[in-house]
């Protein structure tokens, strides 16, 4: 079992290009979550899916952020026109099953620095 | 609507000092609280969950105790190692929130010899 895979680990863009983010869950789970890591304001939640189907976005940044599942393989998330501020550690991870007591595996990330 | 809490940013202490790392949720249905560790350069990994039954969940010399009356979920270990150094998340789930996970800020935890 490689565990959650995400590509890149790093990723630098310049202000104003897109950057797509990769994510391979866990064989056989069916919950993929996606954070955001920094500094100042930790972990912060911005999407999930159950079964490929989205649940809860209400983490997103509206206008510029989107997230995808086309298939229980991968899932990408997407930063349109990225700025400065999207600077961050997007974490991935994964969990068996969808119930409250479910552990979360998490992949090892990807740096994005946004110049 | 649900959180979690965690009032010290940085613990500091010295090896063999037992540890403490408090952890206070807000939740409107019965939830499943968690301890994730992240050491550096790594991705974060469940340290201990919540038992439904009220058991005092163990690993790694670490123990948590649900205390529902306080709304608690505080990390304890006896005695503090320098492998122990780390940044320590508590976190909540519950059907209420679609099972959404929520993290607490973050607590890093310094061992010092």
């Known amino acids: 079992n490689a565990g959650v895979i995400q590509t890149p680990r790093h990723k630098v863009t310049g202000k104003g290009q897109e950057a797509t983010l990769w994510c391979e869950p866990i064989?056989?789970?069916?919950?993929v979550f996606w954070y955001r890591q920094t500094i100042v304001q930790g972990l912060e939640f911005l999407t999930y899916?159950?079964?490929?189907?989205?649940?809860?976005d209400s983490g997103m940044p509206k206008e510029r952020f989107s997230a995808q599942m086309p298939n229980q393989s991968h899932s990408t998330l997407k930063i349109q026109s990225t700025q400065p501020q999207d600077s961050a550690v997007y974490l991935c991870a994964s969990s068996l099953d969808w119930g409250s007591q479910n552990t979360l595996y998490f992949g090892a990330g990807t740096r994005l620095s946004v110049l | 609507g649900d959180s979690v809490t965690q009032t010290e940013g940085l613990v500091t202490l010295t090896e063999g000092l037992p540890v403490m790392l408090n952890c206070t949720y807000q939740s409107t249905y019965s939830p499943f609280l968690f301890w994730y560790v992240q050491h550096l350069n790594e991705a974060p990994k469940l340290l201990l969950k919540s038992f439904t039954d009220n058991k005092r969940p163990e690993h790694q010399g670490f123990h948590a105790t649900l205390h529902k009356s306080s709304s608690s979920f505080h990390l304890q270990k006896s005695s503090a190692q320098l492998s122990d150094s780390a940044l320590y998340y508590c976190a909540l789930s519950d059907r209420c929130s679609n099972n959404r996970i929520f993290f607490g800020d973050g607590t890093q935890l310094v061992v010092k010899p």
């Open positions: 899916f159950r079964n490929q189907a989205p649940i809860d």
């Open positions: 064989s056989g789970h069916s919950a």
